[in-house]
């Protein structure tokens, strides 16, 4: 792939956690795999005091701990180090965005910052809204400066907190910069596994026949994390799983799923096809809520032997916070493909394992010959997506036990992309901020898109808002509240990887 060419990247909010753990070390990485021109820069702007030999320091430390590609002798980060400079502002301080815009007019003036800009809102989302102002009284958007310089803006997740401020959010970055300039990013469309959905599904002639309501019984998507808040439960309990992961990153990964193909892979072809899904989701009505949604919030427990505390006891969290943590949901798609096959999706902090898999299970065999006594019940074919860790793909068959006699078990056929390809998928930031600097928008959410997002969820959110059901809890290290099995167990149905205990 081509390079992209020169550019200087703003970061909004560089003194933060994304900043530290993925930006600068993505970029770094890409920088050492030759990815990035000769000229760019990277701007970090925040409030905090730091010098540009500080703000340095600190990246080197952050890529030494987070960097796919390490720096491996002082040479090569001294040329990165020299392209790093830092900001001080706050983010309303239109002084300090005139001052930017000064600094970046003499780095362009100079040949060290190149003038085509990509904004980067790694902030706070109560900050989105000001620094765009802000970046638009200091004229530092040029919606017209295309193809070059150009400037660009990504904006991080959430994109609103429900569809009224999504609506806001995304007229202000309209009023300020054309559609093609604007990156919301979900970095799980960033990942080598999920991009893989499309090239699996449409690039092999075996699946599409039977990807419908004809073969597949039912469809589940399951984000694990055995992390808690991170530090980040002031944010976190504004958010809340379902605005934290559903809303983007799993209906993102739902969509892949279940989409069309689209006629080619230009970035509207791609965002017309998965809309289409989300506007085919069926909403959950008000009064099903109670039934199809199952909210939960983790208690203190142990993980891999390590005991930690629950959600109510993280740093900035309220001690009697109603905030979920947990989320499993039942839904379905209103179209002719999918009409009447369950898409089960849950995700949850403090869970036993880290684990994000889809998994497709397939209708069984009619109850004649071996799915009926004495070889049957038989276990139906399942393909998982294995996003992560330990990408790769699995598909669960049926084959007869060698020997004599008829013996029939399960078998997984597996492909692991650390396996096949030498190595384990790079980050998707590096990805991500790949494309938004080649100007390519296919891995990014349209404003469409997260609208009809976020009205999928609208009538769930306004339910938590006005329910006094009681918040179920789970203690950190188990799978969720029972409620989140009865809702599969009540379909006859388990979710992958549970063992049947009862008769
Ligand atoms: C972020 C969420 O978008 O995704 C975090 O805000 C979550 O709460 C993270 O931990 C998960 O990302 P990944 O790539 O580790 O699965």
Redesign the pocket.
Known sequence: MDRPEPFTLVVFGASGDLTRRKLVPAVYSLFRDGQLPERFAVVGFARRDKTDESFRNEMREAVDTFARVKPANGDEWGRFAARLRYHRSSFEDPEGFRSLRELLAKGSGDGTMPASRLFYLATQPQWFAPVIDQLSAAELICPECRPSPWSRIIIE?PIGRDLATARELNALADGAFAEDQIFRID??LGKETVQNILVLRFANSIFEPVWNQKYVDHVQIT?A?T?GVEG?GAY?DRAGALR??VQ??ILQLLCLVAMESPSSLAPNDVRDEKVKVLKALRPIPRDCVANDVVRAQYTAGTIGRKAVPGYREEDNVPNDSTTETFVALKTCINNWRWKGVPFYLRTGKRLPRRM?EISIHFKAVPEVLFNAAPFGPMEPNVLVLRI?PNEGISMQFQVKQPGPGTGIRPFRMDFGYSHSFGHAPPD?YERLLLDAARGDSTLFTRSDEVEAAWSFLAPILEWCGESDVELPVYPAGTWGPEDADNLIHRDGRLWHGEVKTWA
């Open positions: 997740k970095h799980y984000v994390e992390i980040r976190y934290d992961m983007n990153h994000s992560q998707a």
